[in-house]
């Protein structure tokens, strides 16, 4: 079953590798309520490990690209002037929407008077000034050195829930809960409900159609995840689910997913389906991917990952 390797590399596909990166107050406050997933990124580690510019180069997906590609077009180069970057999709209306904020070494003084040389103005938005940027994106500063973007409509709700004329990230406290437990470590990300069943369905690949997945489906509450590359290649993902029973269920899943893929496996696939470990906690399953650097490298290069990155 080669989907079973989703859950250690597919998901760190979502977002770049780091070291330890702390949602910063500015960046929460500006994050609606009905939160699906948070993705929060350390662009400082990029520079600093091999391995991490490797799976950044094999497997950034083209949402990030864009993003990239905007701040450069207003003079901020995400290599050396970002710190952290943190994505995330939320619901208003029914409607899906994704915003990015960035925060780092550049000055909002700087971008807005290579902006207004450009002739592009902004619009007022309340008490904030909204600019455009290239491929649809819309950008406004929260502070001198956070740069909140996304298309209008998500940049607007951003702002609503920022000011408390929406309900903002501090009323969820299931998501907030999950962001303190995660938040100190490398790249980290925390799923809702339905970002989880997702999630879940993508690891589980053909065994999510069996019957016992359609049994804990509606049981998994929240999941988060932490991926860390100092000494090695560190992936811990916490599922929670209603009960010890819903747990157990899906660590059976798992597992036997796993044992069914080393049966054939040979390579690459066979050191990162050695390297994982599945249990469960009480209500929490609990799934552990660690391995050298080289040992990754040589798992990034491989036909498996192109198969399951894609």
């Given at each position: ?22 949602l910063?107050?500015?960046a ?7 939160v ?5 990124v350390?662009?400082?580690?990029l ?19 864009e993003?990239?590609?905007?701040l ?26 994704v ?9 909002a ?80 990300s ?26 804990v ?56 389906l ?36 894609k």
């Amino acid at each position: 079953m080669k989907r079973i390797v989703v859950a250690v590399v597919l998901l760190a596909a979502l977002a770049l590798p780091a070291f330890s990166v702390t949602l910063a107050t500015s960046a929460r406050s500006a994050i609606p309520a009905d939160v699906q997933q948070i993705i929060c990124v350390d662009y400082r580690a990029l520079r600093n490990s091999s391995t991490a510019l490797a799976l950044k180069n094999r497997v950034l997906p083209d949402n990030i690209k864009e993003f990239e590609q905007s701040l450069r077009n207003v003079g901020i180069d995400p290599d050396n002037d970002v710190e952290q970057l943190s994505f995330t999709s939320f619901r208003v209306a029914g409607n899906l929407n994704v915003i990015g904020i960035a925060q780092g070494q550049f000055s909002a003084k700087k971008v807005l008077a290579k902006i207004k040389l450009k002739k592009i103005k902004g619009t007022k938005y309340r008490t904030a000034d909204i600019y455009p940027m290239s491929g649809g994106q819309d950008m406004v500063f929260l502070d001198d050195f956070t740069l909140l973007f996304g298309s209008k409509k998500a940049v607007q709700a951003a702002l609503d829930a920022r000011d408390g004329e929406a309900s903002s990230l501090a009323s969820n406290a299931v998501i907030s809960e999950q962001i303190n437990a995660v938040q100190e470590g490398a790249v980290w990300s925390v799923l809702d409900q339905a970002g989880t069943q997702n999630m879940v369905r993508s690891t589980l690949g053909d065994a999510a159609k069996l019957a016992d997945y359609e049994m804990v489906k509606k049981r998994l509450m929240v999941s988060r995840y932490t991926m860390d590359f100092n000494k090695g290649v560190k992936f811990n993902l916490d599922v929670v689910t209603a009960d010890s029973m819903t747990a157990a269920t899906l660590s059976s899943l798992l597992k036997a997913g796993v044992l069914f893929r080393k049966q054939g496996a040979t390579g690459p696939e066979k050191v990162a389906l050695d390297s994982v470990t599945v249990d469960n906690d009480s209500a929490n399953l609990k799934l552990h991917f660690v391995t050298d650097e080289q040992r990754f490298q040589s798992l990034l290069s491989s036909d498996l990952f192109a198969a399951v990155s894609k």
